[in-house]
């Protein structure tokens, strides 16, 4: 297997030591496009958050910086995910500050309107049924709560021959922006706003429930 496949196929479920390795280059290596993707997002102190496709945890680590009197949770459905994404947050985790749990997006295992925002960053190309994953998130979500999606690819003919190898090799979903925004308009969102950064392929899209 090519390292190429190899990255692909780990990144859409992360295990083993192969995994992990993949893991600590995607915490490093999405730092910037999650940065630029969490300016989207309104965030108080008291702030209760869910990142879903939690990963490695890093975003949720930045996710409980900004807020500091809320409380912040992970969800993964790959148990090694959950157990590095729980090291690398231990001390919030001991504190219940944050929360890592093993689910899938589809189906999670939260009250209605439990959550002020959820954030999916890099992730919703591998969900396997994305239209039932954005209705479950706008369940979970609060009255006017946000959900942020950060892509760091979007059907651009620039990048045609990097989307190409992600779509093929690893059977990657990749949604143009009219796309994404009719899938969460159909899931009951009622405003959505994309921005691009087309120099890097990047997507950044704030759906409102």
Not at 72 to 89: I, M, P, Q, R
Not at 153 to 173: F, L, S
Not at 178 to 202: Q, R, S
Request: hydrophobic letters at 35%.
């Amino acid at each position: 297997m090519s390292d190429v496949k190899k990255t692909l196929v780990q990144s859409r479920k992360p295990q083993g030591e192969e995994g992990k390795e993949i893991i600590e280059k995607m915490n490093k290596n999405h730092y910037e496009v999650t940065g630029w993707g969490l300016q989207m997002l309104i965030l108080e102190d008291h702030s209760q958050v869910i990142d879903l496709g939690c990963g490695g945890g890093k975003t949720v680590q930045r996710l409980a910086i900004h807020t500091p009197e809320g409380k912040v949770f992970g969800l993964d459905y790959s148990e090694d995910c959950v157990e590095w994404a729980n090291e690398l947050n231990h001390q919030a985790v001991e504190e219940g500050k944050v929360v890592i749990i093993r689910g899938e997006v589809e189906n999670t295992p939260f009250e209605d309107k439990n959550f002020d925002a959820a954030t999916a960053v890099e992730t919703v190309y591998f969900w396997p049924d994305v239209i039932k994953a954005f209705k479950e998130v706008h369940r979970i979500l609060k009255e006017d709560g946000q959900f942020l999606i950060v892509n760091e690819a979007y059907p651009d003919e620039n990048y045609q021959e990097k989307n190409r190898v992600y779509e093929e090799v690893g059977k990657m979903v990749i949604p143009s922006p009219e796309e994404l925004t009719a899938w969460l308009k159909e899931a009951g969102f009622k405003e959505v706003t994309i921005d691009l950064e087309p120099e890097k392929n990047w997507l950044r899209a704030l759906a409102r429930k």
